[in-house]
């Protein structure tokens, strides 16, 4: 009988240097369904990025998905760094292509102070410009859905609970500690009474009903200021634009590590709070820069473009963000010369 061909020698361990691919248990009755959702997506994304198909047509599923899968989000990084590819199960779809596009927000923290537009109000001469900031402060809060810090859900409320029961509990040992918590006391006693009120009122329709009239008001004045009346107009710009849009609208926690909870929420780093300058400031940052040291993950506007149906383009927009998260940034700077004691 002709020799038994074998190998050369021992291979031993040829198991351990053999890399498998990923297998993906698919539970589903009619697994051909799946796969032709799978690749009618794949065709719509390769179409508008202008990449070739994988060809897996010798391959059985679902290894065909998963090869095909590999070589499109390799290929569309190589497009779109800012890209990522992911496949979709929801309650319309069992296995389609979805390209995400994520907004970076800096790792910064967004706090809207309050103390400014609180010493704007109460100056007489300032009317015009305070009524300009209302309509502001109350776009933000009504309609971009911005926490306020005088609310008891919002996570800054909690920053200056916190702050209030440290005081209480604390030991003075002479006479200087203890007017340094006279001091604190008063300044939390004020910006509860002051947040309160101004809550009241950026919580009214006419606020935002009034803003155009309110900016043409402050421009006529004799000491208005370009910078400001930009940012309140782009703002109005905004809101007129996406007149339903809120800040939390495009936050998908469930696809950026869904199973990671130590994670940092919008409203975590977004929010209305006292000021910028006051005695509580460098307490409070270093409270929450202790927290988000110890998260891995940070929530940040993520746009989704499905590919279940034919594009005609890349549609994934993320242009409110950008545009709100410059104004806010403009704004805080704008309002640093207001917040004083």
């Given at each position: ?53 994988p060809?897996v ?14 070589q499109v ?16 199960k ?14 970076d ?12 537009l ?11 410009l ?12 009504q ?32 006479e ?9 006391n ?72 869904p199973?990671?909870?130590e ?7 977004l929010?209305f ?37 034919p ?14 998260f ?13 917040d004083?004691?």
């Open positions: 009988q002709p020799r038994e061909e074998r190998t050369a020698g021992h291979r031993t361990n040829g198991f351990l240097k053999h890399r498998f691919l990923p297998f993906w248990a698919v539970q589903v009755r009619n697994y051909r369904q799946v796969e032709a959702e799978f690749f009618h997506s794949l065709a719509n994304l390769c179409h508008v990025y202008e990449i070739a198909e060809e047509s010798a391959i059985d599923f679902p290894q065909n998905v998963t090869i095909a899968y590999m989000k390799e290929a569309l990084k190589l497009k779109d760094k800012t890209a990522d590819c992911i496949i979709m929801d309650g319309s779809h069992s296995a389609t292509l979805a390209v995400l596009k994520r907004f927000t800096g790792m910064c923290l967004y706090y809207i102070p309050v103390r400014p609180w010493n704007v109000v109460q100056t007489a001469q300032q009317q015009p305070a009524q300009m900031l209302l309509s502001v402060y109350a776009y933000l809060y309609i971009a859905n911005v926490p306020y810090y005088a609310e008891q859900d919002c996570y800054m409320f909690y920053q200056y609970e916190t702050m209030q029961n440290w005081i209480d509990e604390a030991d003075d040992e002479n200087e500690e203890k007017l340094y918590r006279d001091e604190q008063e300044i939390l006693q004020t910006l509860n009474d002051a947040g309160n009120r101004l809550l009241t009122i950026i919580r009214e329709k006419d606020c935002l009903t009034n803003w155009e009239a309110s900016i043409t008001a402050y421009r006529q004045t004799g000491n208005w200021d370009l910078e400001t009346a930009s940012i309140a107009s782009e703002l109005l710009a905004l809101y007129r634009e996406y007149p339903n849009r809120t800040i939390f609208d495009n936050v998908h926690e469930e696809l950026c590590e199973e990671e909870t994670r940092i929420r919008m409203e975590q780093y929010s709070w006292w000021s910028n300058n006051d005695c509580f400031y460098d307490m409070i940052s270093d409270m929450v820069n202790s927290e988000f040291g110890e998260c891995g993950v940070t929530d940040e506007p993520i746009s989704i473009q499905l590919f279940d149906t594009q005609i383009s890349v549609l994934n927009d993320l242009d409110f963000e950008k545009r709100l410059d104004l806010i940034n403009r704004l805080c700077s704008i309002l640093n010369q207001y004083h004691e």
